[in-house]
């Protein structure tokens, strides 16, 4: 059978900013973090059916389809909205994963987005939103659409404005688990939370998750050893990749071709939000 796909974006995030503010009594973190959305993406492709059958035509190896977070984010809507429509889902990935840049969470939210319009479903994005929570903490973000100041386990969001501005990003080819890092006893879980958000989200560079990630792989301290020669490197979310903010292109270009005969990467810019955000 031949299914009308239509093509969806699902951009990858970095963290600008991560700190570890306290744990929650469930072994949960809370985090203080700024999500920076950048133009570099995922392609989520959706056929809406009239069969009632979730389906991604291509899986990702070694990873059941029932768990890939685009089948899950569509079973989500599907029973939460009572839909009796159907979808097939094709993804392209360009987003490594284990890299700390969003990717899968990017992509299920990007299913809710699509699939609330294409089925008709008429959600909103905060509800859109409480059902991207059910799927991860990185979801939510996704779907609020917006570069944001983040608390809690990641899901309560503040629009923050932010400067033009080019990224740098390199992947030293390791896989990082989240739940590793973060029951690591080099973790720091009492940093002190912002008081004066606006100032010292938007200007202080710190990730508390890096130092346990980088005792543990030599890979990405090697990289961000690397790119930091040219500026305040830093990794994004719990790793692996590690990047450079750099004011314009040409500068994100120079650095990174001579980066780019050690390690794989990237050039991406900063985006104002997400390319799908008028799609709610």
Same mark, same amino acid.
């Given at each position: 059978m031949t299914y009308d796909f239509q093509a969806f974006p699902a951009p990858a995030k970095l963290n600008l900013m991560l700190k570890v503010v306290g744990r929650r009594p469930d072994g949960y973190h809370l985090l203080e973090t700024v999500f920076r959305f950048?133009?570099?993406a995922d392609t989520v492709e959706i056929a809406a059916t009239d069969d009632g059958i979730i389906e991604l035509v291509?899986?990702?190896?070694?990873?059941?389809?029932e768990a890939d977070l685009t089948v899950r984010a569509a079973l989500a809507l599907k029973a939460a909205s009572g839909s009796e429509l159907g979808a097939r889902i094709r993804l392209t990935k360009r987003i490594p994963m284990g890299g700390g840049l969003g990717g899968g969470s990017s992509d299920a939210a990007t299913v809710l987005l699509a699939l609330n319009r294409l089925w008709g479903a008429g959600f909103s994005r905060e509800r859109l939103m409480e059902l991207g929570l059910k799927?991860?903490?990185? @979801?939510?973000?996704?779907?609020? /659409?917006?570069? !944001?100041?983040?608390?809690?386990?990641?899901?309560?969001?503040?629009?923050l404005d932010l400067p033009e501005a080019w990224y740098v990003v390199l992947h030293p080819g390791v896989h990082v688990p989240t739940a590793k890092i973060f029951s690591s006893p080099l973790l720091t879980r009492d940093s002190r939370p912002s008081i004066m958000r606006t100032l010292e989200t938007t200007q202080q560079r710190r990730n508390d998750l890096q130092a346990a990630v980088l005792a543990e792989f030599k890979e990405v301290d090697s990289a961000l050893s690397e790119l930091a020669k040219y500026g305040p490197a830093l990794?994004?979310?719990?790793?692996?990749?590690?990047?450079?903010?750099?004011?314009?292109?040409?500068?994100?270009?120079?650095?990174?071709?001579? @980066?780019?005969?050690?390690?794989? /990467?990237?050039? !991406?810019k900063g985006l104002a939000s997400h390319p799908m955000f008028d799609r709610v």
């Open positions: 950048i133009d570099f291509n899986p990702t190896p070694g990873v059941p389809a799927l991860g903490a990185d @979801v939510p973000v996704f779907v609020f /659409g917006r570069n !944001a100041f983040a608390t809690g386990v990641g899901e309560a969001l503040t629009e990794m994004t979310g719990s790793g692996s990749c590690v990047f450079l903010e750099c004011e314009s292109q040409d500068q994100a270009n120079t650095v990174f071709r001579t @980066v780019s005969e050690k390690y794989d /990467g990237f050039v !991406a």
